[in-house]
T-cell receptor
Framework: DTAVSQTPKYLVTQMGNDKSIKCEQN?????MYWYKQDSKKFLKIMFS???????INETVPNRFSPKSPDKAHLNLHINSLELGDSAVYFC?????????????FGSGTRLTVV | AQSVSQHNHHVILSEAASLELGCNYS??????LFWYVQYPGQHLQLLLK??????LVKGIKGFEAEFIKSKFSFNLRKPSVQWSDTAEYFC??????????FGPGTSLSVIP
């Protein structure tokens, strides 16, 4: 069973479109995250949710909107896609914020904006 | 601002060579430290972590790391690398409430 699953794995879309990436974890973790990995492999946190509540909201364009319907799901919706949004987006989860646990990462969604 | 730096962008080694990847962070308070590995085309996986206690931490696949507080360092080591260790390695630091900052990564290529 996949612990943190993301869909789709690949997403190719045109500039200006709106798209969503879904993430689900079956680990019973309280906290979920979205990270963006750019073409140089640099990982940067975007959002963090604890039990459906937003904890971390880094300097991300407001075209990006996370939604957490329950603590097992954290979806990422992106409006008006731009070329610079092309990256790999990783979802992750951890047992609780501030606890001494590492993250469990999903397999990533490679977004290509053309 | 809190930051994490990794000494090498790309390391190339022959099989059986010893590995040391450098990691330094900038933060004066209590830290939790991690090393993650990303194999080609895959997601990140936790190699090892340090929270407290013995500064020499052992992880999976024969990796270990040493936390030196006075040097703000958390270097990753392996005595003898294998071709299957070819991957991207990320050092990460957790400082404030659940915010983990990743280093820029070091790409390791192991030549058979």
């Amino acid at each position: 069973d996949t612990a943190v699953s993301q869909t789709p794995k690949y997403l190719v879309t045109q500039m200006g479109n709106d798209k969503s990436i879904k993430c689900e974890q079956n680990l019973g973790h309280d906290t979920m995250y979205w990270y963006k990995q750019d073409s140089k492999k640099f990982l940067k946190i975007m959002f963090s949710y604890n039990n459906k509540e937003l904890i971390i909201n880094e300097t991300v364009p407001n075209r990006f909107s996370p939604k957490s319907p329950d603590k097992a799901h954290l979806n990422l919706h992106i409006n008006s896609l731009e070329l610079g949004d092309s990256a790999v987006y990783f979802c992750a989860s951890s047992q609780a914020p501030g606890e001494n646990y590492g993250y469990t990462f999903g397999s990533g969604t490679r977004l290509t904006v053309v | 601002a809190q930051s994490v730096s990794q000494h090498n962008h790309h390391v190339i080694l022959s099989e059986a060579a010893s590995l040391e990847l450098g990691c330094n962070y900038s933060y004066g308070g209590t830290v939790n430290l991690f090393w993650y590995v990303q194999y080609p085309g895959q997601h990140l996986q936790l190699l090892l972590k340090y929270f407290s206690g013995d500064p020499l931490v052992k992880g999976i696949k024969g990796f270990e790391a040493e936390f030196i507080k006075s040097k703000f360092s958390f270097n990753l080591r392996k005595p003898s690398v294998q071709w299957s260790d070819t991957a991207e390695y990320f050092c990460a630091v957790k400082t404030s409430y659940d915010k983990v900052i990743f280093g820029p990564g070091t790409s390791l290529s192991v030549i058979p």
